[in-house]
């Protein structure tokens, strides 16, 4: 787990947690090595972050252990996420206190309602709400977008 704010005042002098093994599944090494740093946007921090990159030798596959509560391509924490869709489809129009732009929660509904009939199935009737959070039980990003 990586605490913004401490990372935000120590910057590259952060204690980053480094994986025992490769997380791609099949591979399992466990020489893993710094492959240096990449900086990342986060919700309500004026400038990138920088997040240590961790690469297996062995498959190829490069890593950026993330904050907890973000999902991977998202700079929003999951709260945020869920908490604008929740006052979108309870209200009818977007939080505009809520932080991320009205745009970027348009994103995020889009995704949602895309990836609900893409795993959910078309005949999905139980909501959005439901369809968010039995995405999240089968380990999917909810608001994901391809291409």
Same mark, same amino acid.
């Given at each position: 787990?990586?605490?913004?704010?401490? @990372? $935000?005042?120590?910057?590259?002098?952060?204690? $980053?947690?480094?994986?025992?093994? #490769? +997380?791609?599944?099949? #591979?399992?090494?466990?020489?893993?090595?710094?492959?240096?740093?990449? +900086? @990342? #946007?986060?919700?309500?921090? !004026?400038?990138? @972050?920088?997040?240590?990159? =961790?690469? #297996?030798?062995?498959?190829?596959?490069?890593?950026?252990?993330?904050?907890?509560?973000?999902?991977?391509?998202?700079?929003?924490?999951? =709260?945020?996420?869920?908490?604008? @869709?929740?006052?979108?489809?309870?209200?009818? $129009? =977007? %939080?505009?206190?809520?932080?991320?732009?009205?745009?970027?929660?348009?994103?995020? +509904?889009? !995704?949602?309602?895309? %990836?609900?009939?893409?795993?959910?199935?078309?005949? $999905?009737?139980?909501? +959005?709400?439901?369809?968010?959070?039995?995405?999240?039980?089968?380990?999917?990003?909810?608001?994901?977008?391809?291409?």
């Amino acid at each position: 787990m990586i605490c913004v704010k401490k @990372l $935000f005042m120590l910057d590259r002098a952060f204690p $980053f947690y480094r994986p025992e093994r #490769c +997380l791609r599944e099949g #591979c399992k090494s466990t020489k893993i090595w710094g492959h240096g740093f990449v +900086l @990342l #946007c986060i919700e309500g921090y !004026a400038e990138p @972050l920088p997040f240590r990159r =961790w690469r #297996c030798p062995i498959c190829g596959c490069v890593y950026t252990i993330r904050p907890s509560g973000y999902w991977s391509r998202h700079s929003a924490p999951v =709260w945020t996420i869920a908490e604008a @869709l929740r006052y979108r489809l309870t209200h009818g $129009f =977007w %939080n505009k206190t809520l932080g991320p732009s009205r745009q970027k929660q348009g994103h995020w +509904l889009r !995704a949602l309602k895309t %990836n609900i009939k893409a795993h959910l199935g078309m005949d $999905f009737s139980k909501g +959005l709400m439901e369809g968010f959070s039995e995405l999240i039980s089968r380990g999917l990003v909810p608001v994901f977008r391809f291409g």
